[in-house]
């Protein structure tokens, strides 16, 4: 049983992440980038968004550790000099990511209403890990969605900063995770969220 629940979160979340990395690319090439495009990233192939890290290993060790589990794919090559409005349009193109995992989530949440959660609770699974994968991709640390969002409001020294630290963003995130307890860094606040924010679609989408 612990196997099987493991190939379902591992499934859920690469084939969530698959439609993510796919929202960048389409936006992207919509406002005028066709980077993604011209690498093949358009594409529902997992195998051209994967990352052995973040898609496989990491979501599969913190759901063995505990019992939840996020990830990442392989980021979308984005060129924001050739997007419409320069940094404005870099954060759309950020924002249709974690979209994207609400979409999945709100029509997972129908179908829960219709069906139940299904075996091993794949329908409410899938509404939980997406409204996850939304929240934490919102972080403002980049390279995640959430520093691209903030790029327009933080000034050239605001950007630079991003920039300097986007090599190490991951290490950062890993380090807050597991050095930094609540109340000073807010793990506990995204825990809050899912939980709040997956019941109240489930709640308030009529059958």
Known sequence: MVVAEVLVVLAIILGSLVIHENAHAIVAL?????????????TLNPIAHLDIVGSLILPLFLFVATGSAFGYAKPVPVNRFMLRNGDRGFAIVALAGPVSNMLIAIVAAFVLRLTGPGPLGV????????????????????????????????????????????????????????????????????????????????RLLPL
């Open 30 to 42: 919509r406002l005028g980038d066709p980077t993604a495009q011209q690498q093949g990233r358009i």
């Open 123 to 202: 329908v409410l699974r899938v509404i939980q890990l997406n409204v996850l994968l939304a929240a934490f991709n919102l972080i403002p640390i980049p390279p995640l969605d959430g520093s691209r969002l903030i790029r327009p409001f933080v000034g050239r020294g605001g950007v630079q900063l991003l920039d300097r630290i986007e090599p190490y963003g991951f290490l950062l995130l890993f380090a807050l995770l597991y050095l930094v307890r609540p109340p000073y860094f807010p793990f506990d606040l995204i825990g809050w969220f899912v939980q709040n924010i997956s019941g109240l679609l489930i």
